[in-house]
């Protein structure tokens, strides 16, 4: 099956390669991408500006090399130059409209297991267009997951390991089998942590909760940034606790966010309708404010976003 070219070039280590020619030997698929990590980044278009923004670059490059020092790869650049490997790479490829940023680091010359320890690490970063669903009034049916969490003695869920998404990919089977859109997974206690690809928040008498960082979760950068324009800006009170199993069914507003996931509304849980079963008045805010802020339309938070472009008059 031909794989769909949805750019011109991709960024390996270094260098600028057409897409055709960005290949890598059958001898090294399976175990060189076991102790892999990547990231999922966003830009956004901003039709009126005519700009595109590149969204907490630097935060995305430091848990990618907080990922790659955990699995234990070696990287030869740092935040500084995946950063501007990034904003070159979207230049060159032209891009104009939402598009992830994909850098992913594996180990090269893996043919089989074993530490992989002497094997070259390479980095590379593609892109693609995607849709966001911001501001379209997504409502998703979310289930609670029969699988548990990974835990952070066994496979780490602080760090983005693609070999850690076997556990969010079967929940997310088991939960779109059963005909839910997402899964909502447990960690061996019993508590609540995040979906395969997104945190989570619930909302109880006007505060937004979520899950504390040593439940069994990504560090997301989305939950961050959440939590600190919430107290900073919205006036919306947070706190990070525990959450159990039942919170879910009885929450006034649940959401999920993430990059990809971006801010999105459960309605129902385990088909208990959540709050009024329409978006919450919360998630609403929480929603349109970060949509204002991913598209340049907030300055509050300008240093979170790199204009890709050169505005007029402007020497890059
Ligand atoms: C398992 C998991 N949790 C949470 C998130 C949200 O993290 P972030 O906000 O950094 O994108 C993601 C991915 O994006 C994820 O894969």
């Keep these: 099956m031909a794989i769909s070219r949805p750019s011109n070039y991709v960024w390996i280590d270094g260098d600028f390669v057409p897409w055709e020619a960005a290949t890598v030997h059958v001898t090294t698929l399976g175990w060189s991408t076991m102790g892999a990590v990547f990231e999922g980044i966003s830009a956004y278009w901003n039709p009126e500006q005519e700009q595109l923004y590149g969204l907490q670059f630097?935060?995305?490059?430091?848990?990618?090399?907080?990922?790659?020092?955990?699995?234990?790869?070696?990287?030869?650049?740092?935040?500084?130059?995946?950063?501007?490997?990034?904003?070159?790479?979207?230049?060159?490829?032209?891009?104009?409209?939402?598009?992830?940023?994909?850098?992913?680091?594996?180990?090269?010359?893996?043919?089989?297991?074993?530490?992989?320890?002497?094997?070259?690490?390479?980095?590379?970063?593609?892109?693609?267009?995607?849709?966001?669903?911001?501001?379209?009034?997504?409502?998703?049916?979310?289930?609670?997951?029969?699988?548990?969490?990974?835990?952070?003695?066994?496979?780490?869920?602080?760090?983005?390991?693609?070999?850690?998404?076997?556990?969010?990919?079967?929940?997310?089977?088991?939960?779109?089998?059963?005909?839910?859109?997402?899964?909502?997974?447990?960690?061996?206690?019993?508590?609540?942590?995040?979906?395969?690809?997104?945190?989570?928040?619930i909302v109880r008498n006007g505060v937004a909760i979520t899950p504390s960082l040593t439940s069994g979760i990504l560090e997301s950068i989305t939950r961050q940034s959440i939590l600190q324009f919430c107290r900073d800006v919205l006036g919306i009170p947070t706190q990070e606790r525990e959450i159990d199993r039942t919170e879910l069914y009885i929450a006034d507003e649940v959401f999920f966010c993430g990059t990809g996931a971006e801010v999105v509304s459960v309605v129902s849980v385990d088909d208990y309708v959540v709050g009024s079963g329409e978006i919450g008045p919360v998630t609403a805010t929480i929603e349109a404010y970060y949509h204002d802020i991913v598209r340049g339309r907030e300055e509050r938070y300008d240093h979170w976003r790199i204009p890709i472009y050169s505005r007029v008059g402007e020497m890059r």
């Design 58 to 201: 630097s935060e995305h490059y430091a848990r990618f090399l907080n990922s790659m020092k955990l699995m234990r790869l070696q990287s030869k650049f740092t935040i500084g130059d995946l950063v501007q490997a990034s904003i070159d790479l979207l230049r060159a490829n032209e891009l104009r409209e939402d598009t992830r940023v994909r850098p992913l680091a594996y180990q090269a010359d893996g043919t089989w297991f074993g530490t992989l320890l002497e094997s070259a690490t390479s980095i590379v970063i593609s892109t693609a267009p995607f849709i966001s669903s911001l501001g379209k009034g997504r409502k998703l049916r979310a289930c609670v997951s029969s699988w548990d969490r990974i835990a952070d003695n066994q496979m780490s869920p602080r760090v983005k390991c693609i070999s850690n998404y076997q556990n969010s990919r079967m929940a997310l089977i088991e939960a779109t089998m059963r005909g839910y859109d997402q899964p909502i997974i447990l960690n061996q206690q019993g508590k609540v942590t995040e979906g395969p690809a997104s945190c989570l928040f």
